[in-house]
């Protein structure tokens, strides 16, 4: 029997998302440049992308780059940005197979051209597929998401397009970039460390946190179903009692 053979089919996430942490340190183990964890940590990302394919998740959200990833050493960045270049074009295909749709969350427009142009043409090209839905947080930050979220609000308010005693939790999350997604009901975090890193702030309000200690370019499918199979051991409360939904059952 298989780690997947657990897993109870009825009572998976919709949406999954997962911070990729570990790529460095994992090359460090290995003596050899920060760049070459990247590289390795594609496998990861093309595994876990086929997993939830494969399972029927609709949503899977990876945290690729975030805003305060600018930061890093200029031949990071650009080993970083070249790498989501070459691997957008080499995966296009795979996405069309496994009726994958692609799309992003994050200042697309602070990408570099080319990025840009290559994830523009995979969206298009995936767009009408009807599967999982992959998106990529790329120069995303939380923060950033909710001060624009703000600003489009503030403007909707002042062209009278929006009352402010209309403004809720739920028109909220309309002016933010996972407008039409639903809220991850799982965050996977790899490589041991216990931190949310400006990460969906406002949407994991009620998802149930899973730490790995996997270093995320050994990630692999068996470690994506652990995740789910104690994702579905856990007692999702939303403020209630236990009694309460022992009694709702
Ligand atoms: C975090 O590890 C990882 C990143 C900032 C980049 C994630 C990118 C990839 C997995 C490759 C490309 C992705 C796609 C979607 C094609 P880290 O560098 O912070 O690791 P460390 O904490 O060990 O230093």
């Not at 009572?11 to 590289?39: E, S």
């Not at 876990?48 to 031949?75: C, D, H, M, Q």
């Amino acid at each position: 029997m298989s780690v997947k053979d657990l897993l109870i089919p009825d009572r998976l996430p919709r949406h999954v998302a997962v911070i990729m942490d570990g790529n460095g340190r994992w090359a460090k183990q290995r003596g050899t440049a920060r760049v070459f964890g990247h590289k390795n940590g594609v496998k990861a990302v093309r595994e876990v992308t086929e997993a939830a394919a494969e399972l029927g998740i609709e949503f899977l959200t990876l945290y690729a780059f975030s805003t305060e990833n600018w930061n890093r050493p200029k031949n990071e960045v650009d080993a970083l940005m070249s790498l989501l270049v070459s691997t957008i074009a080499s995966e296009a295909k795979t996405l069309m197979k496994n009726n994958v749709q692609l799309k992003t969350i994050g200042c697309r427009e602070s990408l570099p051209l080319k990025v840009q142009e290559k994830l523009t043409s995979c969206m298009e090209k995936t767009a009408g597929n009807t599967g999982l839905t992959l998106v990529l947080a790329l120069s995303y930050s939380s923060r950033w998401e909710i001060t624009k979220g703000v600003q489009k609000i503030a403007e909707d308010v002042k062209k009278g397009l929006l009352n402010v005693s209309d403004i809720d939790g739920q028109v909220f999350s309309r002016y933010l970039e996972t407008c039409n997604m639903p809220d991850p009901e799982l965050l996977i975090r790899t490589s041991g460390e216990f931190r949310i890193s400006n990460f969906l702030l406002w949407q994991i309000a009620y998802s149930e946190l899973y730490f790995s200690s996997i270093l995320w370019p050994d990630f692999r499918k068996e470690h994506f179903y652990e995740a789910l199979i104690d994702f579905q051991k856990r007692e999702r409360r939303f403020g209630k009692t236990s009694d309460q939904l022992i009694l709702k059952k």
